[in-house]
């Protein structure tokens, strides 16, 4: 089992509409998680981290963090044509990433 | 604030050279560092962890004495692509985590070299 899973997609969703990411880990003892968004060619970028347990919201943006059954997901609402990017799961200090998942927002 | 810059942004040389990769943390002091490596279509690969003061440590397959890393200050992290050849060819891409107190949280990305070896 990989460390960090993500569904590679893409994730299609129409403009307005909201978009659930996902990503799965298997080291139980992970403390620090945290989601990236990668434009094509470029570097990631921080979105959001979250430490505990519950939702953290940030403008469009809410975390989800379910350490009991070891999932994280990224919530978009609103999703605009400038969201479509690739987003990475990022678990732990080391911080193993996931493979990404490729989000399309249709116009 | 948390800015990364990386230099060169871009660099194509020949088989057999060498080639230099800042990485530096303009506005925040950074005890770690990371160096990534990213193939197209693939994710992002760690190859080393970046201490300032210390020797780097490597990922599991990744040659040491082909990428070397010096952390030379708060700030400064390099990567020397020794000897490189077409396979290196590559996105390689630094981040660097705020703090000195070696507990480390978000990490803040450069914005990445392509090496292209001809």
């Known amino acids: 089992q990989k460390e960090v899973e993500q569904n590679s997609g893409p994730l299609s969703v129409p403009e307005g509409a909201i978009a659930s990411l996902n990503c799965t880990y298997s080291?139980?003892?992970?403390?620090?998680f945290f989601w990236y968004r990668q434009y094509s060619g470029k570097s990631p970028e921080l979105i959001m981290f979250i430490y505990s347990n519950g939702d953290k919201e940030d403008g469009r943006f809410t975390a989800q963090l379910n350490k009991a059954s070891q999932y994280v997901s990224l919530l978009i609402r609103d999703s605009q044509p400038s969201d479509s990017a690739t987003y990475l799961c990022?678990?732990?200090?080391?911080?193993?990433f996931g493979t990404g998942t490729k989000l399309q927002v249709i116009p | 604030g948390a800015v990364v810059s990386q230099h060169p942004s871009r660099v194509i040389c020949k088989s057999g050279t060498s080639v230099k990769i800042e990485c530096r943390s303009l506005?925040?002091?950074?005890?770690?560092m990371f160096w990534y490596r990213q193939f197209p279509k693939q994710s992002l690969m760690l190859m080393a962890t970046?201490?300032?003061?210390?020797?780097?440590?490597?990922e599991q397959g990744v040659e040491k004495d082909k990428f070397l890393i010096n952390h030379a200050s708060l700030t400064l992290s390099t990567l020397t692509v020794t000897s490189a050849h077409p396979e290196d060819s590559s996105f390689y891409i630094c981040s660097a985590v705020p703090g000195t107190s070696g507990v480390s949280y978000e990490q803040y990305f450069g914005p990445g070299t392509r090496l292209t070896v001809t």
């Open positions: 990022a678990v732990n200090q080391k911080v193993t």
């Open positions: 506005d925040f002091q950074a005890t770690t």
């Open positions: 970046s201490n300032e003061g210390s020797k780097a440590t490597y």
């Open positions: 080291d139980r003892g992970s403390q620090s």
